[in-house]
């Protein structure tokens, strides 16, 4: 049986071969889907020690890319057993890192599960404006738009962008989830989304229940 806390702290090691192998003879003992989403908060547990050390002058941004790398590997093993839960689609997501922010862990582990549990995902990218967020909107007609950042200021970025949804007459279509360190419920209200998350999995049951 897979080990959770070691499982973390070996992310937050940046150990990539500890990582793989207890992985690897994890999804070997044929676990249940409940047990590779909590192998999943497990790393994602350990990036937020990566996040902490970074912060505190430990680690470098070659260490955070790094563990971006490690993580969305740790995924990659992981997805088979996440993803037999659903191979019909069950909704669309437009997916983007907000204008002024560039990271994009966080925005591609929420992918990686939103797909895995049966979502289309049109990921815009990175340093998306309010504007590409509306065209795609536009074009693919989700039901869902998730919206990524890291840096305070992306804060702003989600207003201006939800700001924009109202202005092209589409806000009432869709369900807006925001996701990222500075979110909390204060800022998802006077931001005007319907939901936030700092973890991905939940963020995936959120939409879930939206389409459900």
């Known amino acids: 049986m897979l ?7 070996a992310v937050g090691d ?5 990582v793989m192998s207890k992985l690897e003879a994890f999804v070997a003992e044929n676990p249940s889907h409940e047990e590779a989403q909590k192998a999943v908060a497990a790393c994602q547990s350990g990036m937020a020690i990566v996040g902490d050390l970074f912060e505190q002058g430990e680690y470098f941004v070659g260490d955070l ?5 490690l993580l969305t590997n740790a995924i990659e093993i992981l997805k088979p057993v996440l993803g037999q839960v659903s191979s019909e689609k069950i909704g669309t997501i437009v997916l983007g890192t907000v ?7 966080g925005k591609n582990i929420f992918r990686s599960m939103a797909e895995a549990a049966g979502f289309e995902v049109h990921d815009i990218g990175i340093d998306q404006p309010a504007e590409a967020f509306v065209n795609k909107v536009k ?4 039901e869902i738009v998730g919206m990524s950042g890291v840096l305070t200021l992306a804060l702003e970025s ?55």
């Open 14 to 18: 940046l150990d990539e071969e500890d």
């Open 3 to 9: 080990d959770y806390e070691a499982l973390t702290k």
């Open 99 to 105: 204008a002024g922010d560039l990271h994009d862990i």
């Open 65 to 69: 890319i790094f563990a971006g790398e």
């Open 158 to 212: 989600m207003k201006d962008t939800v700001d924009a949804f109202k202005a092209a007459g589409i806000r009432d279509n869709i369900k807006v989830i925001i996701g990222g360190n500075p979110v909390t419920k204060e800022a998802c209200e006077q931001i005007g989304a319907d939901a936030f998350t700092t973890n991905a999995a939940e963020g995936v049951k959120i939409c879930q229940s939206w389409v459900q």
């Open 139 to 142: 074009e693919v007609n989700p």
